[in-house]
């Protein structure tokens, strides 16, 4: 499996890599000692909680979304937006990707915000995602989803992981809502 080094100094390189692979998107990663008491209690009674990792939330066009790490990002019939403490709204169009692709796809990028790294990936193709994961050097870290109402094809997943010199992404899969893998990435070494 190819693997990519993502250091505060070559995170630009990386994002150019897998962004020519991919679309983008986000998640944050947590244990589940971090998981707040309100997504326990969702949990607890089999629903997922609104911004649980490993859930899909169907937002409404517009609707911000605290995505960890500082980011906010949107989601419009566009695309994604996304604003970082750095880097305020940014933008990455959906029609940039082909969501009439018979098969799914998944994508990656990469933010450095402060000390942690903000992953994310648009994903096309499909309205059946049950859950993104993302194979760090660290384990593996399952996404956040997030989608518009409706049958769009297409979606943002997003997970954000500590920023250190030694930190790999090694690939992205994407599975459906019955759990078999539909779509994946590995990224290509810049």
């Not at 649980?52 to 169907?58: E, L, P």
């Not at 690939?171 to 290509?188: M, N």
Request: charged residues 20%; hydrophobic residues 40%.
């Amino acid at each position: 499996m190819t693997r990519m080094t993502v250091t505060n100094k070559c995170v630009a390189a990386v994002a150019v890599a897998v962004a020519l692979a991919g679309v983008q998107g986000v998640a944050q990663a947590v244990t589940p000692a971090q998981v707040p008491a309100a997504a326990q209690a969702h949990r607890q009674s089999g629903e997922p909680a609104p911004d649980a990792a490993g859930s899909v939330r169907v937002v409404a066009p517009g609707e911000r979304v605290q995505a960890g790490a500082g980011v906010e990002l949107w989601l419009t019939e566009e695309g994604k937006h996304w604003s970082t403490p750095e880097m305020d709204h940014q933008f990455r169009s959906v029609a940039d990707r082909d969501v009439g692709h018979r098969r799914p796809t998944v994508g990656l990028m990469t933010d450095t915000v402060g000390n942690r790294c903000f992953l994310s990936g648009l994903y096309t193709g499909t309205v059946d995602v049950g859950r993104v994961v993302v194979d760090t050097g660290d384990g593996k870290v399952t996404a956040s989803v997030v989608r518009l109402p409706g049958t769009p094809g297409w979606g943002v997943w997003y997970a954000d992981v500590p920023l250190h010199e030694d930190l790999t992404v090694d690939g992205v899969a994407l599975y459906s809502t019955r759990g078999k893998e539909i779509a994946s990435l590995t990224p290509a070494r810049p």
